[in-house]
């Protein structure tokens, strides 16, 4: 099985070395333990956008490798045709298939970075939601 990954934001735990710090008031076990909590929904965040990118520039490599397979095809294709009309034909269809081919790959890689960003905002999101609901409740025990 695989080690858990060290948090590289946490060298140290803050939480042993507050522990004797008594603050009138203040629950420091609980305030460390959001706090941590905090640094955890973070580094869960940057994986994911990490993740997502990785994605992204696997996919670029992917459409460039297919393009320059497309762009020898289309050169052979070409290099066959006899008649200027035909070649002209032919590189006006090519070149439409191209385009629509490269809106296409542009979309997928928009649509890959859109949802690795969600994701990413989406843990950070909700890990704010549940820190003021930490605060508030502090303050309600009051």
Same mark, same amino acid.
């Given at each position: 099985?695989? /080690?858990?990954?060290?948090?590289?934001?946490?060298?140290?735990?803050?939480?042993?070395?507050?522990?004797?710090?008594?603050?009138?008031?203040?629950?420091?076990?609980?305030?460390?333990?959001?706090?941590? #909590?905090?640094? !955890?929904?973070?580094?869960?965040?940057? &994986? @994911?956008?990490?993740?997502?990118? /990785?994605?992204?520039?696997? &996919?670029?490599?992917?459409?460039?490798? /297919?393009?320059?397979?497309?762009?020898?095809?289309?050169? &052979? !294709?070409?290099?066959?045709?006899?008649?200027?009309?035909?070649?002209?034909?032919?590189?006006?269809?090519?070149? #439409?298939?191209?385009?629509?081919?490269?809106?296409?790959?542009?979309?997928?890689?928009?649509?890959?970075?859109?949802?690795?960003? @969600?994701?990413?905002?989406?843990?950070?999101?909700? #890990?704010?939601?549940?820190?003021?609901?930490?605060? #508030?409740?502090?303050?309600?025990?009051?």
């Amino acid at each position: 099985m695989a /080690q858990e990954p060290k948090n590289p934001f946490m060298p140290m735990d803050f939480s042993k070395m507050m522990a004797g710090v008594q603050m009138p008031g203040i629950d420091m076990n609980a305030m460390m333990s959001g706090y941590s #909590r905090n640094i !955890e929904a973070l580094t869960e965040a940057n &994986r @994911r956008a990490y993740e997502g990118m /990785q994605a992204v520039m696997t &996919r670029q490599a992917e459409i460039f490798k /297919q393009t320059m397979e497309e762009a020898a095809a289309m050169s &052979r !294709e070409m290099a066959t045709q006899k008649k200027p009309e035909e070649m002209v034909a032919k590189q006006t269809e090519l070149a #439409r298939a191209a385009f629509e081919r490269a809106l296409s790959n542009m979309r997928e890689l928009a649509e890959m970075v859109t949802k690795a960003n @969600r994701e990413a905002t989406d843990v950070i999101n909700k #890990r704010i939601a549940e820190s003021l609901a930490e605060v #508030r409740s502090l303050y309600m025990k009051k």
